[in-house]
């Protein structure tokens, strides 16, 4: 039902998207052309190349759907949705200046934000306008699909709460049907909302014109789902069973389709193929390019570091990557050389104005310069640039089952703790922040995490 509006609301999304793009694209040709504000151009230099205008559609549809503008939650077109369009218009608005300037250099840039301009301009008012027209489409006798939750307990409110967000797609909730031998009724169910018993199922079916019942109540019970069945056998209603997970709250449960049976997964792998694809080409380029950047600053530390103190450069430790793997992590060396036989392990092992860290140590933790040797560890795929980050095997054989969770997707060189905190945290806060992330993922949260990384590094806060 729900999957069904938002199939409906993505295809639409998508199929507007991409005629405004099309057209926009005229458009901004021929204001180009009526309106000479740059210098003059031959009309090759002006024109978009036929063949690029596919590519264009396709760029934007990819990086709207990486920034979830497509999902099911946009269906409710809330205006804070809106900045996630933006952002995703402007990556795309770059691919799109990038591509463009390898196969059509010539191309008019003010063209060019003609087009990125009233494109957004566009995508933006039509999201703004479709909850208006939704809600005069929906309040069409004709098209409007009611629907009634046979339960009364927390699940059937919380389905009637979600039914009530996506009235404006159609959806009209009319009551509660109560279980003649439950008398169990959520405290913010009113009586009215009640509409009566099992009994009078189908006369309740009949009389409100009913196209969609929901169960919630006793979903277990195939005795109780048969005699639902039987009452509606000879009415045209859809019945939706939603089974009560609530026990499993502390799993991140999902539902699939396996050649007809469906199976509730409660471990499974959090990143798609294509996530993790796209997540790691990401990480070799990204990795090499701050190789690069750095290495003149790369000399300098070294350096620093032998005329500091006596020892090696680089400092190797095990660390537990993904799936508790073991890998041999690098950082610059920060403390003396026997500094680990003096480490006490404890749930905050890193210590303010700790005595084995040397002078030059001080400085590089300060400024998080000690872990630039971990792109090498990016690079050999040990690690991400963005992720929880890796622990010390004595700390996780320490772990509870929740904070095991960090280590469903790769480590990374920063995380989302890092910029809320970073060693200011304990080990059960940091904990939190990383099952966030992991719960959240996209591409678009490792990018942002990415960008404040030079902030929160200036700061310095938990930083030794």
């Known amino acids: 039902m729900i999957q069904a509006v938002n199939e409906r609301y993505s295809f639409l999304s998508r199929l507007f998207d991409a005629i405004i793009i099309v057209l ?109 027209a939704s809600a005069i489409v929906g309040a069409n006798p004709w098209t409007k699909r009611k ?26 909730f009319v009551g509660f049907v109560r279980h003649s031998h439950d008398e169990h009724i959520a405290s913010e169910i009113t009586a009215e909302q009640v509409l009566g018993d099992l009994d009078v199922l189908k006369d309740l079916v009949t009389a409100h014109n009913i196209r969609e019942i929901i169960i919630c109540d006793r979903s277990n019970d195939h005795e109780y789902l048969r005699q639902i069945s039987d009452t509606l056998s000879s009415l045209p209603v859809n019945v939706r069973i939603a089974p009560d997970y609530s026990d499993l709250a502390y799993f991140h449960v999902t539902v699939e389709d396996f050649a007809g049976m469906p199976l509730v997964g409660l471990r499974y792998d959090m990143l798609t193929i294509w996530q993790r694809i796209v997540k790691r080409i990401f990480d070799i380029v990204g990795a090499t390019l701050l190789l690069a950047a750095f290495s003149p600053l790369i000399i300098l530390i070294a350096i620093a570091i032998k005329l500091d103190s006596p020892g090696p450069i680089l400092f190797s430790q095990k660390r537990a990557g993904e799936r508790g793997r073991e890998f041999t992590m690098y950082k610059f060396r920060s403390m003396v050389c026997d500094a680990e036989q003096q480490i006490t392990y404890s749930q905050n092992y890193k210590r303010a104005n700790d005595p084995r860290v040397t002078r030059v140590g001080r400085f590089l933790r300060r400024t998080s310069l000690d872990e630039i040797p971990q792109f090498l560890n990016v690079l050999r795929g040990d690690m991400s640039l963005v992720g929880p980050r890796p622990e010390l095997p004595q700390v996780v054989g320490q772990y509870s089952p929740l904070q095991w969770k960090r280590f469903e997707v790769p480590q990374g060189l920063t995380g989302w703790w890092q910029i809320n905190g970073r060693a200011d945290l304990s080990l059960y806060e940091h904990t939190d922040y990383d099952v966030f992330y992991i719960r959240n993922y996209s591409v678009w949260l490792d990018l942002m995490i990415l960008a404040r990384t030079p902030l929160a590094v200036l700061k310095g806060k938990g930083a030794f």
């Open 147 to 172: 629907v009634l939750i046979i339960g009364t307990n927390n699940q059937a409110l919380q389905i009637q709460r979600i039914i009530t967000e996506f009235a404006t797609a159609g959806l009209q």
């Open 24 to 132: 926009t694209l005229e458009v901004s040709n021929q204001i180009r052309v009526s309106f000479p504000l740059g210098k003059p151009a031959p009309n090759e230099v002006l024109t978009v190349p036929l063949y690029f205008l596919p590519i264009t559609v396709i760029i934007w549809q990819l990086v709207f759907t990486a920034f979830q503008v497509y999902s099911l939650s946009h269906i409710k077109l809330h205006m804070r949705s809106f900045p996630r369009l933006i952002e995703g218009h402007l990556i795309a608005a770059l691919t799109f200046m990038g591509i463009l300037y390898i196969v059509h250099r010539d191309f008019s840039r003010l063209e060019s934000a003609y087009f990125i301009i009233i494109s957004l301009v566009l995508m933006l008012a039509y999201r703004f306008i479709w909850p208006f």
